[in-house]
């Protein structure tokens, strides 16, 4: 324990010294309240702990907030295993951070399973905080998942895609994909452009794995009933459809039978042997090296079968305020200025898809990103799929969904034996964990 509490605190001493640094100059500036520049004392301190980087953190979001309210003294922990400052171990420390930030599943389990919730509606209310422009999907998950208590509001989001390489396109003489496609029709152009060409095999579409495709599925289908205890996946049909349509119709063909899998992202940028590829929306921010040497472009998540103008549902990154602030006024002025129409619109024109609805956001959407040329309204093409109901368990349930899945694509199991084994081990998993 001696040990764990000594790297904590030359953590936060070394953080300190970096926002010290960089608030520093912010003092001169003419923006910055008398109060802050003539007693810093005035200064409210805020911890934010995330699993980001500290690098993306400092960018995006410390940095615009501290020149926008210098009195906020934020401090940044990043929860990492290799730096001892997981969530229990700061908790084990007697750290009290102000503000905590993850994707959804994720942000849900760990306000659980620590007892970190917080409703921030009064304070919401109390500092006249826009919400009715953030996007509606993430608003009413978090609201049905607590009872109507907002615990964490949506800042920036992430969705599917389906992506194209505009010269295997033009060397076969294929008609380029479009917004607004159905998976047959996709289905039909990617079974144009699978073809076997002097001793190259092409493949006409692949996809990133499994994971966003369970987790984002655009039927809403949920991991886990959590007022019954039991995995979806042996209780809904659509199940069946979605595994079959989306994961394996692609691969019933001789030239997919032969590697055992979709084709994925590296089959996609560095071969070069995939037409159409499955994949999220931030990826091109993420991969700007590899996106800059492909002639590329994107449309719209083809609408699945028996669903009619609805995209993928979105995965957010919400932030909140902790049960544990002793400053959650200060804390709740810091969201207030991260679900910022000014906020979202600065970030949304880098190529960020931000958690809102308003049309300033989406129709500056990439922008001003390393692609401003590239077809960005397709992220917002349809309107996103409710968020399926989430549970406490949903990373584990994911984790034996995609096992599975991932054998029925090498061809291993059948079908219905693939989906009853997934339930059998998502059961036996979730009989071994505590009801909250």
């Known amino acids: 324990m001696f040990k764990q509490r000594a790297r904590l605190l030359i953590l936060l001493a070394g953080i300190t010294a970096i926002v010290g640094a960089c608030s520093g100059g912010a003092k001169e500036g003419a923006d910055v309240p008398q109060t802050a520049k003539e007693n810093p004392a005035k200064r409210v301190p805020l911890t934010l702990v995330s699993i980001s980087p500290i690098e993306e953190m400092e960018v995006v979001y410390l940095e615009p907030l501290r020149k926008k309210h210098p009195h906020l003294d934020v401090r940044y922990i990043q929860s990492s295993k290799a730096n001892g400052t997981t969530i229990p171990e700061l908790l084990a420390t007697g750290v009290k951070f102000d503000l905590y930030t993850n994707s959804r599943g994720g942000f849900e389990e760990t306000l659980l399973d620590y007892d970190l919730k917080y409703d921030m509606s009064d304070l919401i209310r109390k500092h006249n905080v826009d919400i009715g422009h953030l996007e509606p999907t993430a608003i009413e998950s978090m609201r ?72 984002w599925n655009p039927y809403s289908l949920p991991l886990v009933d959590g007022t019954k205890r039991i995995p979806t996946v042996h209780t809904n049909a659509q199940w069946q459809t979605l595994v079959q349509s989306v994961l394996l119709n692609p691969v019933f063909t001789k030239a997919y039978k032969e590697i055992g899998k979709i084709p994925d992202w590296s089959t996609f940028s560095k071969d070069r042997r995939v037409a159409m590829l499955l994949y999220t929306a931030a990826a091109p921010l993420a991969l700007t090296k590899e996106f800059s040497s492909l002639d ?59 958690a809102s609805r308003a049309k300033e956001v989406r129709e500056t959407l990439g922008s001003e990103s390393p692609f401003p040329s590239k077809n960005w309204q397709a992220v917002t093409y349809y309107p996103f799929a409710p968020l399926a109901a989430t549970t406490n368990v949903d990373s584990k349930a994911r984790s034996i969904y995609e096992k599975h899945l991932n054998a029925l694509l090498a061809g291993t199991v059948d079908l219905n034996t693939g989906l009853r084994m997934m339930a059998e081990e998502t059961q036996k998993m979730i009989d071994e964990q505590p009801n909250p």
């Open 296 to 354: 590329w472009d994107m449309v719209s998540f083809p609408v699945l079968p028996g669903l009619a103008e609805v995209g993928s549902q979105v995965s957010p990154n919400y932030f909140g305020i902790t049960s544990l602030s002793e400053h959650k006024e200060a804390a709740m002025e810091a969201i207030k200025f991260w679900t910022s129409l000014e906020f979202f619109v600065e970030n949304s024109k880098g190529g960020t898809l931000m």
């Open 144 to 215: 049905q998942m607590f009872d109507g208590k907002l615990y964490g509001l949506p800042v920036k989001m992430n969705s599917l895609l389906l992506y194209y390489n505009k010269t295997l396109f033009d060397t076969f003489g294929v008609s380029y994909p479009k917004d607004g496609m159905s998976w047959a029709e996709t289905l039909d152009l990617a079974n144009r452009m699978t073809r076997f060409d002097g001793s190259v095999q092409y493949y006409g579409i692949g996809s990133h794995g499994t994971g966003a495709m369970i987790g």
